[in-house]
């Protein structure tokens, strides 16, 4: 009768109620006994009251009703279960199930599979409760039957209850009669009875050694060898249900009645420490884990864990209801190992599990149970402490505080407060240098432990009121540090007060810590949101460390820990830093996420260092010297829910604790090696032609010409980490790229292929885990049709080459008829060609318009018939067409145009359309071109009117594709032109557009000329004009300056003279009334001779100074070579512009006063001179002080260099190029025309065959410098 899971599940939850104390019984007595005899390091055995992680893997829909029979893990990965309602398959990602079908012999024979076996070729084995054996191929989903009436192979029974292959490949089916050897293609069967008179049914057979079976059942165990089956009395006494082996040569069996050891002889005996009331209970089968321990499925009791080497029971594990990672039911029907040490526990009613036995030496969990008295009293475990005494404490959120002794369990709790107040969320825990245990709450305050009366003593510390206290340090001089929910603060020695530290602003933190370290140099680091603080230990005050004012990674820091040197490891919610030196005074964040290559994952915050120096979180593990990160968690058999930042701690003997909303993970790190999963791809079904065939292993498949298609499912080995794997493949010679594989289908699939041969290529890798997955590469050749095959084309071929023979003969025949013609119109065409040839580069020897025009209406007529002729040019804008040449009959038309819009126009059609036009009968074809026909007349130059023509050409001409005109020809009579015609009127027309260009450019180049002449001649004019403008503004320079020079002599002499002028009229008075005395004629003398004295000097300045001036200021058309003291000649310019430079505040000097004779034209240089010295005057100082301009000269290399220099303002490097520029200034406000350097220029190049140049820097000044050569200024002119 079919069972609802719901029926098995409540029976069993009902059965669970009544032997709730017994089980509760036998684990106390399981942790009494404790560890005797068991030398591991597990923490399963070390701590017994610690827990498993029992993954649950159900699947209701396709193991109905939670029931599993039996099972194994098949060579390829797949997981294989046997249960009450078919076979289920598993392969990482998903279950599906073979069933029963009426009619159907490729279903299995019946629902209710017992026992299941694999033979090396891949075939699966089932035996089945009432309806014999199947054989199973995963490749191709083939099924065969077996039973008592088919042939040859013929079962002794139907009824079947275990199936064995052995090493020879033999399959062994076990029944309610014995058992049944077939051969291994399972064709023959062999009958082998039970001996003397045993009766019972074979539950499990066994193969100890080559060439010998045990087979066993209610019947103890019966040794078939040599075809001779023999009882074994040592064990017939027991109801036996499965045997293994252990690796000491002692056998385990499990019976009905308890488990057993067997040494093969005759000494059977129980293990040690075993419950008297185990051996009274149902073992239905055991497996030899990868570490040596025994784990036995019993129905009722759950699974038992002996270790082999001493024989002794190690622990009992149960459902427990309030751990819901805990086995699901206690029936148990099989435990399978997979190849990869991993556990699938089968029950009978609970589904399917699985434990990663790689973990449980390491690995163990402490949870709340109803069952026993020694768990967590609350599996929200908030805080975790270890005690210097080697015991445990921890915190929860809702249940107080639970002491542990690791050997024994929970020793005490604490619920309540010294004053009778129920002790609620604890969230920190610490033990001081006293010995004293400190704990956190949420909302209580800060509490003093007194673990021996189970009471916590409420603190009145003042500052910790209304606080949450987060986090709990002992630090090393024996006070404590807090972290609550608004700052951190330092416990004072006699524990009366706890002030926050403010930040570096002497502001409040005001932030929730997350974490508290003290390092080896004392100093307090305080993690938060707000980044990193470090208090020194005779500071005041925190540093602060964050992403604005260091290279730390986040703000947000989760956690930290030493490095075992001098630094921390410091994680945050993005990333993971380093800190070298944790005393530098700056210290130096060094990003370890990326350095280490760890990409997005990241250590968790709880970070604990073991020996070998790995970094391990409640979810990671980071070993450094590999840079690599591993993630653990359910997979890996640890499962504490969510973990509580801040809940961690660590014992002396390197024991790390993590808690959880779902207890507490302890880890025994030592020996620990992260996992590498190693795998490979296969093929998991194979679809040729839309139908399922035999997966193919060592063939290739052929793709038969019909089904150029197929389809695969792939998959990597592994029933763990399946849907963490990414997939991608192609199909080398159809594919270059590689393509993501959906990974949840893992189809790939391929149409049309073309014939040929391909290569299938599957890659993968793992996602969260470390590993290696090989790849999968499959040949593929994909047949031709009939059609696509070598002999074929070969066959089509010569049929063609035949066919290809026989025309070929026929058309050498029409060609040679027809290469005869061509030769003699070739020749006709040959000549004509010569000749339009001929005529084109007669066109182009012409240069004007005229006579271009006439050129080409003479040859043209000559070819045919031009009653009327024109050439019409297009405009420059391209508007009009405009004929400058028409002739009717040698007479001229006036010159006329026509608008391009005009497209009734057929010139104008010709010219848009670039097209060629021939008309036989205008009156018939005109419409073929514009349905509208322009009747405009044109007037001749003896003033008639042009007649209507009937033939017409009219042809483009053309120059590089672009349409520059039309030549027109007009015939009065019908049928004047040809196609030939138009052929030759073409090829002249590119001629003629070439001449016409020609002539055109020509007479445009002699327009432009005759422009340039007039344009060149006003330039010579302006520029005349202006040099002379530029030497008058010079000379004014000089003017001004020796009119201000003068005028200062002249005034005093002029004032001398007025005033010996009076005293002489006075004199002259004095004379004519004879009133003159000695006296005043004296006083006369007197003043005549001082205003001589004072006269004489200002006069003879007054001549120097004009001297000067003409001398500076001759013409410059003087060209007279004479010989000239250079210093002299500097001192007279510097003379002639001290008014100027000294009405600016500018000194002038000459730097070089080394004698220096040169020959040269004095007027020349004394103009370029004066030209540098009042350009530098007028541009090159604004509002400076210390304002000079310097002159030098020296002789290099047979050069004099002049040079003028100032210190004014500079000239940018954007006009420094154009100084030298006529009519460029800076000045023009000013009335500058910016001729002057230009004059000087020339002056210099053309008079003296010199160089002038220009050096400039902003706001350091300018420095003109004139190199003239030495070859001619040397050497004195010949008299």
């Known amino acids: 009768m079919k069972r609802k899971p719901v029926h098995i599940r409540s029976f069993a939850w009902m059965k669970s109620r009544y032997v709730n104390i017994v089980l509760t019984a036998m684990l106390r007595f399981t942790l ?79 629902m209710y599979i017992f026992s299941i076996a694999e033979q090396h070729n891949g075939l699966i084995w089932l035996a089945t409760r009432s309806n014999g054996l199947a054989s199973l191929n995963p490749k191709n989903g083939k099924i065969t039957r077996i039973n008592t009436t088919t042939l040859p192979a013929k079962l002794s029974s139907d009824s079947l209850r275990s199936v064995f292959v052995d090493s020879q490949q033999a399959v062994w089916v076990g029944h309610d009669k014995g058992v049944n050897k077939l051969d291994p293609t399972g064709k023959t069967s062999q009958q082998y009875p039970l001996p003397h008179n045993l009766k019972g049914v074979t539950y499990s057979i066994f193969e100890p050694s080559p060439n010998v079976i045990w087979i066993s059942g209610t019947y103890g165990i019966v040794e078939i060898k040599n075809n001779i089956a ?18 000491q040569g002692n056998y385990w069996i499990s019976t009905h009645r308890g488990m057993w ?207 949450s206290l987060f986090r709990l340090l002992a630090m090393r001089d024996g006070r404590i540090a807090v972290g609550a929910n608004r700052g951190a603060c330092v416990i004072d020695a006699d524990l009366t007060r706890c002030d926050f530290i403010n930040k570096p602003d002497n502001q409040p933190l005001l932030d929730s810590i997350t974490n508290l370290y003290e390092d080896k140099f004392g100093n307090l680091w305080v993690a938060c949101h707000l980044g990193l603080f470090r208090l020194k230990p005779s500071a005041t005050l925190f540093e602060q460390f964050s992403a604005h004012n260091s290279n730390i990674s986040n703000n947000y820091v989760l ?137 193919p292993t060592n063939t290739v498949p052929i793709l038969e010409s019909n089904g150029r298609a197929f389809s695969a499912q792939i998959a990597a080995i592994d029933l763990v980490y399946a849907k963490h794997i990414t997939y991608e493949y192609r199909l080398d010679g159809l594919d270059t790229e590689w393509q993501t594989l959906d990974e949840n289908s893992r189809w790939i699939s391929f149409t049309n292929l073309t014939p040929g041969r391909y290569q299938l290529e599957v890659r993968a890798k793992y996602n969260v885990v470390s590993g290696n997955i090989a790849p999968l590469t499959l040949p593929i050749r994909v047949m031709p049709a009939f059609w696509q095959t070598q002999w074929f084309k070969l066959l089509v071929a010569l049929s063609i080459i035949l066919l290809i023979s026989a025309l070929f003969k026929w058309r050498i025949d029409i060609v040679k008829a027809r290469a005869k013609y061509l030769e003699t119109l070739v020749g006709q065409r040959t000549q004509e060609l010569a000749a339009i040839n001929k005529i084109g580069r007669q066109f182009t020897s012409h240069l004007t318009l005229d006579e271009v025009f006439h050129d080409i209406y003479e040859h043209m007529a000559g070819i045919a018939c031009a009653d009327t002729f024109g050439i019409g040019l297009i405009d420059s804008d391209r508007e009009h067409l405009i004929f400058e040449f028409a002739t009717e009959q040698g007479v001229r038309f006036d010159t006329y145009k026509r608008s391009l819009d005009n497209r009734g126009q057929l010139a104008v059609h010709c010219a848009i359309k670039n097209q060629s036009i021939l008309i036989s009968n205008y009156d018939q074809q005109f419409d073929l071109y514009h349905p509208n026909p322009d009747s405009a007349k044109h007037t001749l130059s003896n003033g008639q009117t042009g007649a209507q023509a009937v033939s017409m050409i009219y042809v483009p001409m053309s120059i590089q594709k672009q349409v520059i005109g039309v030549i027109g020809m007009q015939s009065f009579r019908e049928n004047s032109y040809s196609k030939n015609d138009i052929t030759i009127l073409e090829t002249l027309a590119s001629y003629a557009a070439i001449a016409l260009a020609n002539a055109k450019s020509h007479q445009n180049l002699i327009e432009v000329h005759d422009q340039l002449k ?163 005057l007028q541009h090159a100082f604004k509002s400076q002080s210390n304002k000079e301009i310097r002159l030098s000269y020296y002789i290099s290399d047979q050069r004099l260099i002049i040079r003028c220099q100032d210190n004014g303002q500079g000239i940018s490097p954007e006009r420094i190029d154009k100084i030298f520029d006529p009519f460029f200034t800076t000045s023009i406000e000013d009335g500058a025309i910016g001729l002057g350097l230009s004059i000087a220029y020339n002056i210099v190049h053309q008079h003296f065959n010199g160089t002038i140049k220009c050096f400039s820097e902003l706001n350091r000044g300018t420095l003109v410098e004139v190199t003239l050569p030495t070859d001619t200024l040397l050497q004195k002119p010949a008299s």
């Not at 029936?331 to 699985?354: A, E, F, M, T």
């Not at 009145?460 to 009121?465: A, D, S």
């Not at 002499?1053 to 009334?1073: G, I, V, Y």
């Not at 008014?1139 to 370029?1168: G, M």
């Open 32 to 110: 009494a006994v404790g560890v005797l005899g068991y030398a591991s390091a597990s923490p399963l055995v070390h701590y017994p009251f610690s827990q498993p992680v029992f993954q649950n893997i159900d699947d209701e829909e396709q193991i109905i009703n939670g029931v599993v029979t039996s099972g194994l893990v098949s060579q390829n990965g797949v997981l294989w279960l046997t249960t009450q309602s078919g076979l289920v398959e598993y392969d990482g990602y998903h279950f599906s199930r073979y069933k029963h079908k009426k009619d159907d012999l490729n279903s299995l024979p019946g």
């Open 230 to 247: 023999q009882p074994i009395e040592a064990v017939a006494h027991l109801n036996v249900r499965d045997i293994i082996a252990d690796n």
């Open 261 to 467: 050891i067997w040494d093969g002889k005759t000494r059977v005996t129980a293990p040690k420490n075993i419950p008297p009331a185990a051996q009274k209970s149902y073992f239905r089968n055991a497996v030899l884990a990868d570490d040596g321990t025994i784990w036995a499925s019993n129905y009722g009791k759950g699974i038992w864990l002996f270790d082999a080497d001493s024989q002794t029971f190690l622990r009992q594990f149960v459902h427990d209801p309030s751990n819901i990672s805990s086995l699901t039911f206690n029936d148990l029907g099989k435990i399978i190992k997979g190849p990869d040490n991993s556990l699938w526990v089968g029950s009978w009613g609970g589904g399917l599990q699985r434990l990663d036995l790689n973990s449980t030496g390491h690995f163990a969990h402490i949870r709340h149970s109803l069952m026993t008295d020694i768990g967590l009293s609350n599996g929200n475990i908030r805080a975790v402490a270890t005690l210097d005494n080697g015991h445990w404490v921890f915190g929860s959120k809702n249940g107080g505080i639970d002491v542990f002794d690791p050997s024994k369990g929970k020793i005490a709790h604490i619920s309540h407060t010294s004053t009778g107040e129920e002790l609620t969320s604890v969230i920190s825990l610490t033990q001081d240098s006293n010995g004293r245990v400190w704990a956190g709450t949420h909302a209580q305050g800060l509490m003093l432990l007194d673990i021996p009366n189970n009471v916590a003593v409420a603190q009145n510390i003042e500052g910790l009121q209304s606080v």
């Open 559 to 695: 956690g930290m820990i030493t490095n075992k040197k001098d630094g921390l490891y410091v994680i945050t919610s993005t990333g993971f830093d380093e800190i070298l030196d944790a005393n530098a005074d700056n210290p130096q964040f060094l990003d370890r996420q990326h350095t280490m290559n760890l990409g997005a994952a990241k250590p968790g915050g709880n970070a604990l260092v073991d020996k070998s120096g790995r970094l391990w979180s409640g979810a990671t593990i980071l070993e450094f010297d590999k840079r690599k990160l591993h993630q653990y968690g359910a997979d890996e058999g640890a499962d504490i829910g969510t973990a509580w930042l801040g809940s961690f701690a660590q014992s002396h003997n390197n024991t790390m604790l993590f808690g959880g909303t779902r207890g507490v993970l302890v880890v025994e790190p030592n020996g620990y090696e992260a996992p590498v999963h190693n795998s490979k791809i296969v093929i998991r079904k194979w679809l040729q032609g839309g139908k399922t065939v035999t997966v």
């Open 1014 to 1176: 007039v344009s060149v001649d006003q330039l010579k004019a302006t520029q005349e004009k202006l040099v002379m403008q530029e030497k008058m503004a010079s000379l004014g320079h000089l003017v001004a300056g020796v009119a201000h020079q003068v005028n200062t002599p002249l005034g005093i002499s002029m004032t001398a003279l007025s005033t010996l002028d009076e005293s002489f009229k006075a004199l002259e008075d004095d004379f004519n009334n004879n009133q003159l005395k000695r006296q005043t004629l004296e006083g006369f003398i007197d003043r005549y001779q001082q205003a001589h004295a004072l006269m004489t000097p200002n006069l003879h300045k007054t001549a120097e100074l004009i001297q000067q001036f003409k001398q500076v200021a001759a013409s410059s058309n003087d060209t007279q070579v004479s010989h000239i003291n250079l210093p002299e000649l500097c001192n007279q310019v510097i003379a002639v512009a001290a008014t100027q430079a000294k009405s600016q505040n500018v000194t002038l000097c000459l730097d070089t006063q080394t004698p220096q004779v040169i020959y040269a034209n004095t007027n020349s240089l004394n103009q370029v001179l004066l030209i540098l010295i009042n350009n530098a």
